[in-house]
């Protein structure tokens, strides 16, 4: 990856909605050359999707939270099932897969607390491979700049 790829990058962190003809302009590159870069850049899954940040507020979804969860065991089986389920779960915007205290970091979204109750209850507290839960409240959200610092 050289200094064009990072500049095409840090457009696209700005504004991944940007037309190739913006890209160019930003980049002061032709346009053609923008488009074979981005081909190249998602042949190699430097860029792996492009996503819409949606206003969960205005989508009624009122509460969030991160709630860490704990596994019985570390039983490879498990831990792979875990996996595979908890991201189909109504509410769940992101899973993460940790080393430390907890095994997993889910991020859920729902329209109030009663339903982030039922959530914990429904999907983790009756689940057998886990041991145990906490649940964080989000009160607000900041959206990082690490990625344009890492781009230069």
Do not use: C
């Not at 897969?97 to 009756?126: C, K, P, Q, T, Y």
């Not at 959200?141 to 610092?149: I, S, T």
């Amino acid at each position: 990856m050289d200094d064009l790829d990072r500049r095409i990058l840090r457009a696209l962190i700005s504004n991944a909605r940007s037309s190739g003809a913006a890209l160019a302009s930003a980049t002061g590159v032709a346009e053609s050359t923008v488009s074979l870069r981005l081909k190249r850049l998602q042949s190699e899954k430097v860029i792996q999707g492009t996503h819409v940040d949606l206003d969960l507020m205005a989508l009624g979804m009122t509460v969030q939270a991160l709630i860490s969860v704990r596994l019985v065991s570390i039983v490879r089986e498990d831990v792979e099932n875990f996996r595979r389920e908890a991201p189909g779960w109504p509410g769940v915007i992101d899973l993460y897969h940790m080393a430390g205290a907890d095994d997993f970091l889910l991020h859920v979204a729902a329209r109030n607390s009663i339903e982030l109750r039922d959530f914990v209850l429904e999907h983790l507290a009756s689940h057998p491979a886990v041991a145990n839960t906490e649940t964080n409240l989000i009160f607000e959200h900041a959206p990082g700049r690490g990625l344009e610092r890492l781009l230069g």
